[in-house]
């Protein structure tokens, strides 16, 4: 007889495996778990069809996709943002507008973008990504007019709306059912690796070779990568190739109990609203601090200490994220959005009111271990509780919403700044704005308890 944990974290006595029931459960109140007996036939077949399932490759594949789209897209904007007003020239207020209409492009094509993966798969949209990021980083480099730029910053929406989070979970949605919050994690861990890697590169690259120059290697670098992927890669459903989500040998329960949702019918609930406010909210402040954080840096920490914090902040995030993988699946993710964003809050307040060297440094790592966490939980919550089969139109049109939202908020700090002539006002808003996002999500929850199914099995068309 084996033991079948069904958390590798439980240790059991060796005693209980003298036992010989072939199907048996013992219920552990103390650690809120269940161990499950099976044959050793019957373990060692399920897992080695996890192990050999084809969608963690699908993981790594996303994860890729994730990497180049934050490292040369979202992280990579502060970076242009400096190099722009360095060489050309321009005023940081005014070239912080490209940023926001990079991302309120990329919030216009949310929908379209989850409705295309569900109907024809990743692979047109990975490469109209890869091409679209690829024409905007040249049109950066080789602009000369303020109006250039924000066409380029334009074209490279595109790209983040192709490559972003939103668009992974969307690839990664038909793959899992029961470790579908560890799938999106781990390929999120992408977005921890392009910017740890993204920020120093880009940054050396330009003092070395020019922004013209790094800009034509990041383009040919994204395409000569991306395209091969989606081509040979990613693939559209496990049904595809005969397989069912998790590697599972039939359909789970869950899967076969959940129906389409229609998106007018998932907006009349209380459910998605609060999760869309409230990472609207969220991912205003945050993607506005990313944006402007090596401009705050450099106005109050050493030059040599700029790149190693922003540096710092992404390894922080990547710490975060594999935390959150280990983990998300066994928790309550409403609870745990909110308790990310108080600590994102607090570290933000700690920015605005204590500008100090190590404060500075110390606030910007821990507010890294939140920002994986705010970018990927909006995507695993809606995932949990209105199932696969509609999750690519439901969470465009959140998405959608969460990157207007988002898309303001570059321009936030940057006019807060140049009025009041410092960040500490923009940040101790953003700190409050956040706060106010942990209620909402609360609040959802709450609803939820109060009437609405966790994961709802049924919906009006």
């Known amino acids: 007889m084996s033991l079948r944990y069904v958390s590798s974290m439980l240790r059991v006595d060796r005693n209980y495996g003298r036992r010989t029931q072939s199907s048996m459960e013992i219920e552990l109140s103390r650690c809120w778990l269940v161990i499950r007996w099976y044959p050793r036939s019957d373990v060692t077949r399920r897992n080695s069809e996890m192990t050999h399932f084809y969608g963690w490759w699908i993981v790594v594949a996303c994860m890729i996709v994730n990497m180049f789209g934050n490292a040369l897209g979202l992280f990579g904007l502060g970076v242009y943002l400096i190099a722009l007003s360095e060489t050309r020239g321009w005023p940081l207020g005014q070239i912080s507008a490209g940023a926001t209409l990079f991302l309120l492009v990329s919030a216009a094509l949310m929908l379209p973008v989850g409705k295309i993966i569900g109907r ?58 029961k470790y579908q919050g560890r799938a999106v994690s781990l390929a999120s861990l992408g977005a921890s690796i392009g910017g740890i890697t993204g920020v120093p590169v880009l940054l050396f690259s330009i003092a070395q070779i020019g922004l013209t120059s790094t800009t034509i290697v990041a383009a040919v ?69 990313l944006t ?17 914090t922003a540096s710092a902040t992404a390894i922080a995030a990547l710490i975060g994220r594999m935390g959150l993988a280990r983990y ?49 939980l909006s995507a695993i919550i809606v995932r949990r509780e209105f199932g696969a089969i509609s999750f690519g139109a439901i969470f465009g049109f959140a998405s959608s919403i969460i990157q207007f ?30 706060i106010v996002a942990a209620i909402i999500v609360l609040g959802g929850r709450f609803r939820r308890s109060s009437g609405q199914p966790s994961y709802p099995l049924s919906a009006r068309r």
């Open 328 to 376: 998300v699946d066994d928790v309550d993710q409403r609870v745990l959005s909110a308790i990310v964003l108080v600590l994102a809050a607090t570290m933000l307040g700690l920015l605005a009111l204590s500008p100090t060297t190590w404060t500075v440094i110390a606030a910007c790592v821990i507010f890294g271990l939140t920002v994986g966490n705010v970018s990927i």
């Open 221 to 289: 670098t994204i395409v000569g990568i991306l395209l091969p992927i989606a081509g040979l890669v990613l693939k559209r459903s496990p049904s595809e190739m005969g397989l069912f989500p998790d590697g599972a040998p039939a359909p789970s329960a869950m899967k076969q109990q959940s129906k389409a949702w229609t998106v007018g019918a998932a907006a009349r609930t209380p459910a998605l609203w609060t999760v869309t406010a409230a990472f609207g909210i969220a991912m205003f402040v945050q993607v506005g601090f």
């Open 292 to 308: 402007h954080q090596v401009a705050f840096l450099s106005s109050v920490l050493p030059p040599a200490l700029v790149a190693t």
């Open 120 to 177: 024809f798969g990743p692979k047109p949209i990975v490469v109209l990504g890869a091409i679209s990021m690829a024409a905007g980083l040249l049109g950066i480099g080789l602009s000369q007019r303020l109006v250039e730029a924000y066409a380029a910053f334009a074209v490279m929406g595109i790209g983040w709306a192709s490559l972003s989070a939103a668009a992974i979970a969307a690839m990664l949605a038909p793959w899992f059912e």
């Open 405 to 434: 939202t988002t898309a303001l908020g570059p321009s936030f700090y940057g006019v807060l700044r140049e009025v009041s002539l410092s960040y500490r006002w923009p940040l101790l808003i953003a700190a409050a704005l956040d």
